[in-house]
């Protein structure tokens, strides 16, 4: 399986700091998705991001949310003022194939517990 | 929307019987279903996915699903479970509503097998 790498794997921080979680795709891909899951709830949708845009977004991105690619070979997602219900597993999708043969290959994940 | 339900909170199996993981899907166009794994503190592993053809899907680890467009069904399958195999699935349905790829996931089935 092609191997997306996320770091750090766990962050522990107080409500209203700022938080950046970063990921390193499967290389040379211009676009990649973060989804998040909620302890013993299902992996929900966050957003796509494509060519260094926004491509979609759920009602879960709100304004405190934000993706970038610092440079040519990682992603990042930032939470600029935390709150307690964003404590979370945060993943990136990472995807092979075009169309509809694309799969998507998940991160280890980051697991972000907000205090 | 797109949408797949997932009735099974825990499946319980006992080494070297099949085991089947339960999924029915609701999409509006061609259907894009596909199988997660998720071991404890861990990301999500892809397993298998149906894009079009064969009923029968082989994927990774052993594992097979089968399609049932008739029923709306994508159902997990292997016809002998491993002590190993033990973890979380989550089915998912491809959503293209937004333009772009983004997953739905069910709840998720605790799979349990038992020496």
């Known amino acids: 399986e092609p191997e997306v790498t996320q770091t750090p794997s766990h962050q522990v921080t107080q409500m209203g700091q700022e938080v950046i979680l970063r990921c390193v795709p499967i290389s040379n891909h211009l676009y990649f998705y973060w989804y998040r899951q909620i302890l013993g709830q299902k992996v929900e949708f966050l957003v796509s991001f494509y060519n260094n845009e926004i491509s979609e977004k759920s009602e879960i991105f709100d304004d405190q949310f934000s993706v970038e690619r610092p440079d040519g070979s990682n992603f990042t997602l930032k939470i600029r003022s935390t709150k307690l219900e964003d404590s979370a597993m945060y993943f990136c999708?990472?995807?092979?194939?075009?169309?509809?043969?694309?799969?998507?290959?998940f991160g280890p994940g980051t697991r972000l517990l907000v205090l | 929307a797109q949408s797949v339900a997932q009735p099974e909170d825990q499946v319980n199996v006992a080494e070297g019987n099949p085991l089947t993981v339960k999924c029915t899907y609701s999409v509006s166009g061609n259907p894009y279903l596909f199988w997660y794994v998720q071991y404890p503190n861990r990301g999500l592993q892809f397993l298998l996915k149906y894009i079009t053809g064969d009923n029968l899907v082989k994927g990774s680890y052993g594992f097979e699903a089968e399609f049932n467009k008739s029923q709306t069904s994508f159902h997990l399958k292997k016809p002998s479970a491993l002590v190993s195999d033990s973890a979380l699935y989550f089915c998912a349905v491809r959503d293209r509503s937004g333009g772009y790829n983004k997953l739905i996931f069910g709840a998720g089935t605790r799979l349990a097998v038992h020496p």
């Open positions: 999708a990472s995807p092979r194939g075009g169309g509809r043969e694309e799969t998507q290959y």
